[in-house]
């Protein structure tokens, strides 16, 4: 704060104070100067007097030796002259005999002068005016001469006032000097004491400042037991209260806002008139947008999708929760959303809930089509092996030709229904996770190796070529070489299954910063676009007129075992031109 703003407690205090002060002063001083020049005036006038009546009694002692006039006049003029001041010799009746400053014969009869009056019938007398023969202020005091109880005539002693008032004023000075320095410490004493008041109330302003520009830290020294010094106390209790209720506060905040950071399920809030007042991560994502873009928005230009809008509407105005589900951007998310309004705890404001359930919906659609399929799968060798004991029953059997080939038949359908079974139980035996992986470091050239001998035989008789790519020098992965084994021979089998004669199948692998990336190309007739994500569900097959006579579980069990191991596998594909299957495996450490 200014140091002279005179609004401030400060000067409020000490103005009053200064002003009162100064007219106490102001008093003093007139009274004083006026009291001081009354004493100095009587203290002339009784030393004036008493010198009178020295020279009372010189002058009748020298009048009795009756003096010539010059004689009187020498007297009058070297007393005056020795005392500084104007004496004047003057008869009875009245006529100045004598004067130590002006020759007598030009001065008037001073009977009537009030000193002498006063002198006359009082025994002294005093009179301070203008001289008519000097022409200055002036001081009289006069005594009568008396000779026994006869007045032969008066003396009179004449100082100038100037005189008089050159002395009270240099006392007036002195006095107002005095004074003035005792104002002056008074005003510093005072400003020291209002200091030391208004301080802790600065102190609290520029405290209270910093507390309302969210410094809360600000902590005040206690200043004492006074009014200011409880104010202090009650500040930094106010402070420490507001410290602890805003550190809970923002605890509570960011509980919520982790949760609602961390929730795989889209949040929104809308305020009363459908605009967003705040979107999480989770519905970030679903809609494409950034919360501090769409904050304030309306929830149609948000979320773009008429129903959604519609929801919130009917929830606002019914008060009751509501859900939809839809579909929504290209890549169809299919999304059930649920409005709930927020009630007391934010009046108007309703929460929009999504959870994306394409996942969801798909394993549904997995299910049910694996249920179809594997009803399909087994339905055809059953159907096939009806109508083949039905044709025995009818009489093939009389013919042993024809019998054993049925029989031959009937046995291949049987092969198929057991391998259906065989893969679909070590599916299940995987899935399960019974059957723990027994993991060891492994080469993976050796693991090619072991998988390339067994198919070797067939990949000959379809006209194939082999060929081993894998570097012998790779590090080991942790892996359970049998299963691995299977995984490549189920790629190995397909492989050769889809290329057709004269085409090479190479198998490879290589590091990739901590795994190993195996990889088998083919080149054969490669596999459709679309259905190349689904290759790796049971028993999704392709192309089913050129799939032969695979169950669709090979991929499946190849992908839990490399998963089981901690891998991903995958597939690259140009159809007409051949595919590449990879998988991953950790190195070992
Ligand atoms: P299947 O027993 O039918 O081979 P898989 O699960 O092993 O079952 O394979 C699923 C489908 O993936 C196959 O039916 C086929 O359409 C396709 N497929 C797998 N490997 C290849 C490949 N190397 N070339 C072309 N298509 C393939």
């Known amino acids: ?40 005036l009587d203290t002339l006038k009784s030393r004036l007097e008493a010198e009178c009546r020295l020279l009372a009694t010189e002058t009748l002692q020298m009048e009795q030796s009756s003096p010539s006039p010059e004689a009187i006049g020498q007297y009058a003029h070297s007393t005056g002259v020795s005392l500084g001041l104007r004496f004047t010799i003057i008869a009875i009746d009245g006529k100045v005999l004598a004067d130590s400053e002006v020759d007598p014969t030009t001065m008037e009869n001073h009977l009537t002068r009030p000193e002498v009056q006063q002198a006359l019938s009082q025994g002294s007398g005093s009179s301070a005016r203008k001289s008519a023969t000097t022409g200055i202020n002036t001081l009289y005091v006069a005594v009568p001469v008396r000779s026994g109880t006869q007045t032969t005539g008066i003396v009179r002693l004449a100082v100038p006032l100037a005189d ?32 030391s008041t208004t301080q802790p109330l600065e102190d609290l302003t520029d405290a209270a400042r910093q507390v ?20 202090t106390d009650a500040f930094n209790t106010m402070t420490e209260q507001l410290r602890s209720q805003l550190d809970a506060l923002r605890g509570e905040r960011e509980k919520l806002s982790a949760v609602l950071s961390r929730m795989s399920d889209g949040v929104a809030i809308l305020d009363d008139q459908g605009r967003v007042t705040m979107l999480n991560p989770a519905a970030e994502r679903i809609f494409g947008q950034r919360e501090t873009q769409v904050l304030g928005h309306s929830a149609a230009e948000v979320f773009r999708h008429h129903q959604l809008f519609d929801l919130w509407r009917e929830c606002f105005e019914s008060g009751k929760p509501n859900a939809v589900t839809i579909e929504i951007g290209l890549e169809r998310t299919f999304l059930q959303a649920v409005a709930t309004p927020l009630g007391k ?3 108007g404001s309703t929460l929009l809930l999504f959870q994306d359930l394409t996942r969801l919906r798909r394993l549904e659609t997995v299910r049910s089509d694996f249920i179809a399929n594997i009803s399909h799968e087994l339905r055809t060798p059953l159907a096939s092996l ?28 049987i092969d198929t229904i057991n391998q259906i079974i065989r893969e679909l139980l070590e599916l299940s035996t995987i899935e399960s996770g019974k059957v723990p992986l027994t993991v060891q470091p492994v080469q993976p050239a050796s693991l090619w190796a072991g998988s390339l001998m067994r198919m070797q035989l067939q990949a000959e008789r379809n006209g194939l070529q082999l ?24 790629l190995l089998h397909n492989a050769i299954k889809f290329t057709p004669r004269g085409g090479t199948i190479t198998v490879s692998a290589e590091v990739r910063a901590v795994e190993v ?25 392709a192309d089913r007129s050129r799939s032969g006579g695979g169950t669709g579980l090979g991929l499946a069990i190849a992908r839990h075992i490399v998963e089981t191991h901690g891998g991903r596998i995958w597939a690259e594909s140009t159809e007409g031109k051949g595919s590449t299957f990879f998988f991953t495996l950790p190195v070992s450490t």
Not at 10 to 22: D, S
Not at 213 to 228: M, R, S
Not at 402 to 410: E, I, T, V
């Open 212 to 231: 309302s520009a969210g410094n809360l830290h600000v902590t005040l020294l206690p200043t004492g037991g006074d009014e200011a010094g409880q104010l």
């Open 517 to 541: 990336v195996f990889s088998i190309q083919d080149t054969g007739m490669g596999i459709p676009a679309e259905d190349l994500p689904r290759i790796f569900e049971r028993f999704y097959k």
């Open 467 to 490: 060929a081993n790519l894998c570097p012998e020098n790779l590090p080991p992965v942790s892996a359970d070489a049998p299963r691995i084994e299977q995984v490549m021979i189920n």
């Open 164 to 195: 008089v008032d050159a002395v009270v004023a240099r006392l007036q000075t002195t006095l107002s000097i005095a004074l003035g320095i005792a104002a002056l410490l008074s005003l510093v004493l005072s400003f020291l004491a209002i200091r």
């Open 386 to 413: 009806q109508a083949l004991s039905e044709t025995l029953q009818e009489g093939a059997l009389e013919d042993p030709s024809a019998g054993r080939r049925f029989l031959d038949q009937m046995q291949k359908e």
């Open 1 to 40: 704060m200014n140091f002279f703003d005179l609004k401030s407690i400060r000067w409020r205090i000490a103005l009053p104070q200064l002003g009162l002060f100064l007219l106490i002063l102001l008093g003093l001083l007139l009274y004083l100067s006026g009291f001081l020049r009354g004493i100095y």
């Open 345 to 347: 705890s934010l009046p």
